[in-house]
């Protein structure tokens, strides 16, 4: 007997005829897997004998994420798959759909829909992964295709009223920074964010130098919000004694946009180790030297008229900054400071005792007990008249007061705290004459002349701060402040 060939068995079987041909238009339709794709990047991954070429597809990505990636980037925001997987991708004539709901794209990924997960995934470069591989699926306008749901206005995901696929304004810092957004994205920013003559309401600002007419989108060429110069101006690293423009506007208001340490996370990281944008600020020779902070060497609490000190921060948006590193009990605290720490959840302040100092540690009380009115014992006078110290001398106040010699400059400084507003005289001292007050006398200052430096800011020989004829002899240039060495008041002890 003649066996029946196989081939009439499946003719006989209507299943597999429908199955047979529908591989045959498989095949046809989809030619082989060495067709390109636009850009000339393969997209087909059937070979001639209808299955699919080893390692196209695995759970979290494979060769096909790039492929459909790079294709749709190259073909303008279009897809060479719908021609199996039809327009909606949800099948064609491959009968495959792009959206099977098991192991195919966010399914194996445990929290997908979680920014740390999601966001972060998104924000790399072009390839397995990009924001144009959202759009493949989400639409070129992010606003809904196929079988996925919208990415704006969506309560569930990017928050409602938010018209954008990314979180709500400001995206510029903790902990949804756009700052960590591969750059290689800006065609797809572009699509919102591009520079206008007119202006943007989706651009803060206006680039100052705006690229020219069909220059490719970028994240600093002046095509969106930001170009080089803008960035950070020449000059902005200098070393001291120059000007310190990058340091001076670190320390300013943190809750003033473009200052504070608010600000410099946007691209260097919420911890300052750097982003895709921006270089490290720890252990940084070019800036900050070997340390592991965003500020200069220790002691940052330098004498005063150093450059290098965190007295002339600015309290309000910095002091949260701050307490990443400067909380009660960390390394980067001394093991008493504060002696008593805040109540839990206390919003981090700098004399609130959620960071270094409290109101009655460092630097001093904040009550009516350290300033006091004479005949009253004065802590807050004789503390300042005594030998410079740690925690005493006249240098010791201006650390937080400020090192000027005019007002408000003058012992105000990172304290906000004026000199002035209670002594009612352009000095950080009584009124005069100050040589006769029974409860407020200099002379209690005169056993401790190593203070005179400071005096000497504003008594040095000739100023309207001396008599006229105080010293009578006065002292070689470059003699060194003192009390009776002429180069203030006194011209010797018996004068």
């Known amino acids: 007997m003649i066996p029946k060939p196989r081939s009439l068995r499946v003719l006989r079987n209507p299943i597999g005829l429908l199955i047979l041909l529908a591989a045959f238009a498989a095949a046809a339709g989809c030619s082989n897997a060495n067709t390109p794709g636009g850009g000339g990047v393969v997209v087909n991954h059937v070979d001639a004998s209808g299955n699919s070429i080893p390692g196209w597809f695995t759970p979290t990505g494979g060769a096909h994420a790039n492929s459909a990636t790079m294709d749709y980037i190259a073909n303008g925001g279009s897809s060479s798959c719908t021609e199996c997987h039809g327009s909606d991708l949800g099948g064609g004539i491959s009968r495959v759909s792009c959206f099977n709901t098991t192991g195919c794209h966010h399914d194996p990924i445990p929290n997908w829909n979680t920014a740390a997960v999601h966001g972060a995934t998104a924000k790399l470069a072009p390839g397995s992964s990009g924001f144009a591989s959202c759009q493949i699926c989400h639409g070129n306008n992010f606003a809904g295709a196929n079988t996925a749901p919208t990415c704006l206005n969506n309560a569930a995901c990017h ?82 004694p120059a000007a310190q423009p990058h340091g001076d506007t670190a320390k300013m208001d943190g809750t003033v946009a473009g200052q504070g340490f608010p600000s410099c996370q946007t691209c260097h990281g919420n911890d300052f180790a750097g982003a895709t944008v921006a270089p490290t600020c720890l252990n940084n020779a070019t800036c900050h030297g070997a340390v592991a902070s965003p500020h200069s060497p220790k002691p940052w609490r330098a004498s005063a008229g150093s450059t290098y000190t965190h007295t002339t921060t600015v309290e309000t948006g910095n002091a949260a900054v701050c307490a990443v590193c400067h909380f009660p009990g960390s390394p980067n605290n001394p093991p008493d400071h504060p002696a008593t720490p805040a109540p839990d959840n206390t919003a981090p302040g700098c004399f609130n005792s959620t960071l270094c100092h409290g109101e009655a540690g460092a630097p001093h009380p904040l009550d009516n007990t350290w300033v006091t009115t004479s005949p009253a014992p004065q802590p807050h006078g004789n503390s300042a008249k005594a030998a410079p110290g740690a925690t005493a001398g006249f240098a010791y106040c201006q650390d937080c007061h400020g090192t000027g010699t005019t007002p408000p400059a003058n012992f105000g400084g990172g304290s906000a705290q004026s000199c002035y507003s209670c002594h009612l005289v352009s000095a950080p001292h009584a009124p005069a004459p100050w040589r006769t007050s029974a409860g407020s006398i200099y002379n209690h200052t005169s056993t401790n002349f190593a203070n005179a430096p400071v005096c000497a800011q504003c008594h040095f020989p000739g100023s309207p701060n001396n008599p006229a004829d105080h010293p009578p002899t006065p002292a070689p240039p470059g003699t060194d402040p003192g009390c009776f060495n002429g180069t203030l008041c006194h011209a010797s002890p018996g004068s």
């Open 159 to 240: 928050g409602d009223g938010v018209a954008s696929p990314h979180a709500r304004k400001p995206w510029l810092g903790s902990p949804y920074t756009h700052a960590t957004t591969d750059p290689a994205n800006a065609p797809v920013c572009f699509g919102c964010h591009a520079d206008s003559p007119a202006g943007n309401p989706n651009n803060p600002h206006r680039p100052p130098t705006p690229a020219a007419a069909g220059t490719p989108p970028g994240c600093f060429n002046g095509t969106m919000c930001h170009n080089q110069p803008e960035v950070h101006p020449a000059g902005w690293v200098a070393t001291s």
